[in-house]
């Protein structure tokens, strides 16, 4: 979970195994990837502004996260600077 090459879904499934006691995906009535696409998907929904606002407000503190967080926070910084550079392209 600690690795720097972790993914986006292995970020969010750390993250989904630590905040939920018991997680399995057929709890939550999807596989990983398809909640990880899900939550891409809210990201996408959201303004430019918000998503830097989002940025901002964990940047500063990620890093002091004990794992799996620091890794899903940094994917996670990771993947809404790829939709705002996306939207700067014109994709």
Do not use: K
């Not at 993914?7 to 990880?36: I, N, Q, R, S």
């Not at 809210?42 to 940047?59: C, G, K, P, R």
Request: aromatic share 14%.
């Amino acid at each position: 979970t600690g690795e720097e090459g972790c993914d986006w879904v292995c970020a969010y499934t750390a993250f989904l195994w630590a905040e939920e006691p018991g997680f399995t995906e057929e709890e939550f009535g999807g596989t990983v990837e398809e909640m990880a696409q899900m939550r891409l998907d809210e990201f996408n929904s959201y303004s430019t502004q918000m998503l830097l606002d989002h940025v901002a407000s964990i940047a500063p503190h990620y890093q002091n996260q004990p794992e799996p967080y620091r890794t899903y926070y940094a994917a996670e910084i990771t993947a809404i600077e790829e939709i705002i550079a996306a939207r700067e392209a014109g994709g």
